[in-house]
């Protein structure tokens, strides 16, 4: 006889929200911010230059690491250059792997469109760093 009971509030309950109109809601635009520092986020230290198309291939692949050293700065410089002169580079991605460390990545020499390219990773003050390296052309 419970059950039955229960049974009748649920449908009647049911029915009775069901039948609610519900007030027409006014959508708001949406604002798109490009950054938002608010000190507790982490900013990678990436560098994206160029694009890979289709026709383009992998050059060079390579992770690089340097382990924290107290009250160091400590910079690697890297640098590639291509077997044929016909070959071009057409995109650089130096990307932090894990959390972030702080440290830098920058073009010193050649870079798109070169056959060539020297790449300077830099540690921050007592920080290490963890970076992969892809240089991508045709």
Do not use: C
Request: glycine share 8%; hydrophobic share 40%; proline share 3%.
């Amino acid at each position: 006889m419970m059950k039955q009971v229960l049974f009748g509030l649920f449908a009647i309950l049911a029915v009775v929200s069901a039948s609610e109109v519900q007030p027409k809601k006014e959508f708001e635009p949406v604002v798109v911010v490009d950054s938002v520092d608010d000190g507790r986020t982490a900013e990678t230290r990436n560098l994206n230059i160029g694009g890979v198309y289709p026709g383009d291939r992998l050059l060079y692949s390579n992770y690089f690491s340097k382990a924290p050293m107290a009250n160091a700065i400590q910079s690697q410089d890297i640098t590639y250059r291509s077997n044929s002169s016909a070959t071009r580079i057409t995109a650089i991605q130096v990307n932090e792997v894990g959390y972030t460390q702080w440290a830098t990545a920058r073009v010193t020499a050649g870079g798109l469109n070169r056959n060539t390219v020297t790449i300077r990773l830099s540690s921050a003050r007592g920080y290490g760093y963890y970076f992969a390296l892809r240089i991508y052309g045709r």
